[in-house]
């Protein structure tokens, strides 16, 4: 049992695609484009969905596969693959109930990042709602998107996404990029899960070891959420984004 919890801590963003798919029953399918290279976009809208921005777990068919567990089979989520303009993907300074550093959104000039856009209907967004925890985020729109996708006609120059309530991780006085999410003209070191759980670790239970310090995480919400407020005050700076909370 430690061992997988330690996998899914560690395993944080998750394997995603580097190209669009249709999520369906807990797997990827090929998501139809229509012959002139666009997205059915007018479609998605009339059917309610609502474009998220999906820059951590939430790219991933293994991570939907979790939040729609137990859904009727023939669930379907479009998933699309895009790059974002003016926008990196760093960690947020807290600790998620699975023991990983999450991601989340922040604004930097002249650096584009590989993201999703999940189309959420109705009821797939209540259900997201629910997974995304109110503490560390909050559902907001963006506009003034630069938002395309490779191969495809389309843009969008507003999408909704889950905005960090937290500070930005930092490390040297820089925020620390995802190294599992691609990006062009980054001006900061990025880190894996791995390396950048052994920073937090370091700074906030030096003698512990790497797993001790994940399962103590994972199974004492009072101890996960003060080194959480530890985290915010040792090692975090706001965002542009952090500003509007």
């Known amino acids: 049992m ?4 330690l996998a899914i801590a560690r395993g944080y963003p998750y394997e995603a695609p580097s190209r669009s798919f249709l999520y369906r029953d807990g797997a990827e399918h090929p998501l139809p484009v229509s012959d002139g290279g666009h997205l059915p976009v ?3 809208r009339r059917e309610g969905r609502v474009p998220v921005l999906a820059y951590g777990a939430n ?11 137990g859904w009727p089979s023939g669930t379907s989520i479009p ?7 003016d926008h990196d993907i760093v960690y947020s300074a807290h600790l998620s109930r699975y023991g990983s550093a999450p991601a989340k959104i922040e604004h930097v000039e002249g650096v584009t990042v590989e993201v999703g856009v999940i189309w959420l209907d109705p009821a ?4 997201m709602h629910e997974t995304e925890g109110a503490l560390n985020y909050r559902f907001d729109r963006l506009n003034r998107l630069s938002l395309t996708f490779p191969g495809l006609e389309t843009v969008l120059e507003q999408a ?16 620390i990029p995802l190294a599992a999410i691609r990006a062009e003209s980054r001006r900061h070191k990025a880190l894996n899960q791995s390396e950048v759980l052994e920073h937090i670790r370091d700074r906030l239970a030096p003698g512990a070891t790497m797993d001790d310090f994940i399962l103590q995480t994972i199974g004492c919400p009072i101890t996960r959420l003060h080194r959480t407020e530890r985290l915010g005050q040792v090692s975090g700076h706001r965002g542009a984004y952090d500003l509007l909370a």
Do not use: C, E, I, N
Request: without cysteine; aromatic residues 8%.
């Open 2 to 5: 430690s061992d997988a919890l």
């Open 160 to 175: 909704h996404a889950y905005v960090g309530r937290r500070p930005t991780l930092s490390r040297y006085g820089a925020p």
């Open 42 to 44: 007018d479609q998605w």
């Open 79 to 85: 998933v699309t693959h895009a790059r974002l303009d």
């Open 124 to 127: 797939q967004l209540a259900r």
């Open 59 to 69: 790219r991933s068919a293994t991570a939907l596969a979790r939040k729609f567990a």
